[in-house]
Each structure stands twice: as structure tokens, then as C-alpha cells.
């Protein structure tokens, strides 16, 4: 029996000094707060931000290849 408990003893405290888990964690939560960051920064819809800006880009460069080719 004792030797049970030692070895549960055991176990508890590698788990406890283990952290390689949190470290993935927390690099989890960083990146979701950059991704956050980025999606308020140049808005997620194509009437504003970025959407707005490869939208126009688009249409642009369509708009140039059809008068280049005809």
C-alpha cells in the first residue's frame, strides 16, 4: 500500500511542475487576441476595412485586364 501512495505522491508532483500545458495556453490566448486585434483594426466585413480595400483592388485590376484583353 505504501508503495501505491509514493508512487501517487509521485505523479502529483510531476504534474505539478509540469508546464508545458499552460505555456500552450497561453500561447492560445495570444494568439486569439492578435487575431481579435486584427479583425477590429480592419473590420471583417467587405463595406469596411479591409474587406473595402481588397474589394475595390479587385474590381480594379478585373476592371483593367477586361479593357486590356478587349
Known amino acids: 500500500m505504501l508503495k501505491y501512495y509514493i508512487q501517487t505522491t509521485e505523479a502529483f508532483?510531476?504534474?505539478?511542475?509540469d508546464q508545458?500545458?499552460?505555456v500552450s495556453f497561453e500561447y492560445v490566448i495570444v494568439a486569439a487576441c492578435i487575431v481579435a486585434?486584427?479583425?477590429?483594426?480592419?473590420?471583417?466585413?467587405t463595406g469596411?476595412?479591409?474587406g473595402a480595400?481588397?474589394?475595390s483592388a479587385?474590381?480594379?485590376?478585373?476592371?483593367?485586364?477586361?479593357?486590356?484583353?478587349g
Open 13 to 17: 508532483k510531476r504534474l505539478r511542475s
Open 20 to 22: 508545458d500545458g499552460v
Open 37 to 45: 486585434a486584427v479583425a477590429a483594426a480592419f473590420g471583417t466585413t
Open 53 to 55: 480595400a481588397l474589394s
Open 58 to 69: 479587385i474590381s480594379a485590376i478585373t476592371t483593367k485586364v477586361t479593357s486590356a484583353v
Open 48 to 50: 469596411t476595412g479591409i
